[in-house]
């Protein structure tokens, strides 16, 4: 599967087959939350310093999901948009993340990508979804429920 210049290979290439366009996206929370959760361990406040990093991530997540809500204001009666597919999961190598950020403007954010192909700040999500017909996607939830490898590291 082709987005402009970058390919998507493997299952989730599969997955997305029908769709008709291609959303990519780059979320991040900022390094406030990590700052502060750092603060809280150094200081020897361990369930603060836990419970801010579990923030974090709930936050990131939640906008990753913010953005499939906004997206389904603009889908057709006939239309549906695909569970979400980020690097890491579903088969998808984490090396896509290079692909992705060629494809959005993550800088502007104040996302970085590592040479181990996370993302800066910590809390941020990127990954794809589909949207098309209907009949497309079918009512599927989360990406486990297409994929048939059940000794997945990342099943949900």
Not at 71 to 92: H, K
């Amino acid at each position: 599967m082709a987005i402009g210049s970058v390919s998507i290979e493997g299952q989730v290439a599969t997955f997305l087959e029908g769709a008709d366009r291609i959303a990519v996206f780059v979320v991040t929370v900022g390094q406030g939350i990590t700052e502060i959760s750092r603060a809280a361990s150094s200081s020897g406040d361990i369930v603060s310093s836990w419970a801010l990093d579990a923030l974090g991530s709930w936050a990131a997540e939640a906008a990753a999901q913010a953005i499939a809500m906004r997206l389904t204001r603009y889908l057709g009666d006939s239309e549906a948009i695909s569970p979400r597919y980020s690097p890491g999961y579903c088969g998808m190598n984490l090396s896509v993340q290079q692909a992705l950020f060629k494809l959005v403007e993550a800088e502007s954010l104040g996302v970085c990508l590592l040479p181990s192909m996370l993302m800066q700040p910590l809390k941020s999500v990127s990954g794809l979804l589909g949207l098309g017909d209907r009949r497309s996607f079918g009512r599927v939830d989360a990406p486990c429920e297409r994929c048939n490898d059940a000794h997945c590291s990342t099943r949900r």
